[in-house]
């Protein structure tokens, strides 16, 4: 039989092809299938780590509430009723997620002549209640209230079981307890509640949509669950057992493990009659678990869709190339077959393909070493673009967690001594870049004396950024043994030139400050002089520079000035990049402007001047900033 070389070329080509294509589509499919469902396993295990993440960072901002309650009150002679309840009032309307908070003191620890004493605040519909749990509700110190006793027992934070809070909160709650101590003896503990019936939407359960998820305490026992029935009289152990599916006692030693994983469930009592893979994380702070479900109809779903497409886009192709043969079959060469093979090679993503033996000096020749040279700059730029790409996120991302750790550096809480009502005080930091140079700083260094910082290193970015670290740490812990402005600054002059961190230099401004009196005693290592500000004197700068930049010189001499701060009276330091901004027209800021604009400000708040000069800063510079801008705001009350 007589076959022309047109079809001779189709049936050359075309069979070859869809041989091969069956092949390369078998495999495809088994890879696209496998690498489908790993995807798939990766993102549902990240999104049960990021959900308990959120959850864990949600009671971390919790318990840090209920220590700093504990702290205060180790720090503070002993307060009236009034003021203990107002404290717990600010827990509760601090953070949606509390329910209540309380103070509950040891026995006869309050007062000699009351046994027990705990003031409890919780919410009541829109409103706050407040109740003495020791007279008003139940004896605390009995054994079955574990967070008073477990607290107590244990000398540290404790998150207690799910509970019922009968005859305080009377609802389903959980407690985190805090004990704390005056002169090494043990005086009570300071409480936050978290209402568990309210737990789903306070933590911000809508992100995963409509996946069925649960919460476990550490023994095991439902703190959330789509059945509302199962909540605190169900254990995942006790489901386990009961199910014939071996692998639900998988997940409930998963669950309590502490670890992350995947379990694939045929079945899961009161939530699917159908195959399910869970997938589940602890939440560490509190030590629950947390776990979600899909099923694996909708996770297979992805994967069938991608082979379908895999098929569907193999199927296009070789339709494309009978169509192709059909029309121009007489005039396709083998060269140019070995082309286009190459070619849908190159399209499915082999980028090692090459044109091989290329004798034809035609302009099919030509085309196949143009398509290898092609080949070669594809791959070149490729690579280059991966690595660029891989770098440039890296170096962001290493900025932004710089950036991260540097504002964690500073007192970001304001007002930051809300029990020290005779001073107002606000400080307020922009960087230039990512990270910057400007710092501040403020503590107590005994009940009566407030230490001021504000320093501006040389440069920007993270060397000015190390500097700053170092140079903060070096002032925290010389303040411990020195209370003279002057010596600071010359023992931190002396440190930093041991480090050998040239040739960056420091200006600073420290000051001691007397809540009590308003006198201020400071010293001043080349940096802008302060301002004093006043709504019936006006505005003045405190002194000048007593010494030289810190970190310049071996030498260098330090000496230290006093000044008063009358009531109504502002201190505001600051550092050079707010008058030295720049608009984008090249025009500076300017110290009169500043001052006129501090002037207008006279009355305010601390925190109040701070965001108002902070904005216009960054406002007259298109938030474009040249340099960082600090500023630090001390009012004198009375």
Not at 189 to 208: P, S
Request: proline content about 4%.
């Amino acid at each position: 039989m007589r076959l022309s070389i047109r079809w001779k070329l189709i049936f050359s080509i075309v069979g070859p092809l869809i041989f091969i294509s069956v092949i390369v589509m078998w495999l495809t499919v088994g890879k696209i299938y496998q690498f489908s469902i790993n995807n798939l396993h990766i993102q549902a295990t990240q999104r049960a780590q990021d959900y308990a993440a959120r959850l864990d960072a949600q009671f971390k901002i919790v318990a840090q509430i209920a220590n700093n309650t504990a702290t205060f009150m180790e720090s503070v002679p002993p307060l009236d009723e009034d003021s203990l309840f107002e404290i717990l009032r600010s827990n509760v309307e601090r953070n949606p997620m509390i329910y209540g908070s309380a103070i509950a003191f040891a026995p006869y620890k309050y007062d000699a002549n009351r046994r027990l004493f705990s003031p409890y605040v919780y919410r009541s519909g829109s409103l706050l209640q407040d109740i003495d749990i020791g007279s008003q509700s139940y004896d605390y110190t009995e054994d079955r209230w574990e967070w008073f006793v477990r607290a107590r027992n244990a000398g540290k934070p404790i998150w207690t079981e799910p509970y019922y809070d009968e005859g305080a909160g009377n609802i389903l709650m959980n407690t985190f307890s805090v004990p704390f101590y005056q002169d090494g003896n043990f005086l009570g503990v300071a409480t936050i509640d978290i209402a568990l019936d309210k737990l789903q939407k306070q933590v911000g359960a809508e992100h995963l949509m409509d996946l069925p998820f649960i919460i476990v305490s550490p023994s095991g026992r439902f703190i959330t669950h789509p059945d509302q029935k199962m909540i605190m009289h169900e254990t995942i152990q006790h489901q386990a057992k009961i199910s014939a599916d071996p692998k639900l006692q998988i997940l409930a030693d998963g669950l309590l493990s502490g670890k992350s994983g995947i379990v694939r469930v045929d079945r899961l009592e009161n939530i699917a009659d159908e195959p399910l893979w869970i997938f589940y994380a602890p939440i560490r702070s509190t030590g629950w678990a947390f776990a979600t479900a899909v099923s694996e109809k909708s996770m297979l779903s992805f994967a069938n869709t991608q082979i379908t497409r895999g098929i569907f886009g193999v199927a296009v192709l070789i339709m494309l190339v009978i169509i192709s043969v059909l029309l121009v079959g007489t005039h396709i060469t083998k060269p140019i077959m070995q082309l286009a093979n190459v070619v849908s090679q190159l399209g499915g993503g082999h980028f090692k393909v090459r044109m091989e033996n290329i004798r034809a000096q035609d302009e099919v020749g030509d085309l196949a070493r143009a398509f290898n040279d092609m080949v070669s700059q594809l791959k070149y730029h490729i690579n280059a673009l991966t690595r660029e790409a891989a770098s440039r996120e890296a170096v962001e991302s290493e900025m932004r967690v710089a950036r991260e750790i540097q504002a964690s550096l500073l007192p970001n809480i304001f007002p930051p001594y809300p029990d020290h009502a005779e001073f107002d005080l606000c400080a307020a930091n922009s960087a230039a870049r990512h990270v910057g140079g400007d710092f501040f700083d403020y503590f107590f260094i005994s009940d009566d004396k407030l230490i001021l910082v504000i320093a501006d290193v040389s440069g920007k970015g993270t060397p000015a950024a190390i500097v700053m670290a170092v140079a903060r740490t070096i002032i925290r812990n010389l303040a411990r043994t020195i209370a003279s402005p002057a010596q600071l600054l010359s023992e931190a002059n002396r440190l930093l030139l041991e480090t050998h961190i040239n040739p960056v230099f420091i200006t600073m401004f420290i000051a001691i400050y007397h809540p009590a009196t308003g006198g201020i005693v400071y010293a001043n290592a080349g940096h802008q002089p302060p301002y004093l500000l006043d709504a019936k004197s006006g505005i003045g700068k405190l002194g000048q520079a007593t010494g030289t930049v810190v970190g310049m010189l071996d030498d260098a001499v330090y000496e230290e000035c006093a000044a008063e701060l009358h009531i109504g009276e502002y201190l505001i330091a600051y550092t050079d990049g707010i008058p030295d901004a720049r608009n984008p027209d090249g025009q500076f800021y300017g110290e009169a402007h500043f001052t006129n604009l501090l002037s207008s400000c006279a009355g305010m708040t601390a925190r109040e001047i701070c965001d108002i000069a902070i904005n216009e800063v960054t406002a007259f510079q298109a938030k474009d900033l040249a340099d960082d801008i600090t500023l630090l705001v001390l009012k004198r009350n009375h």
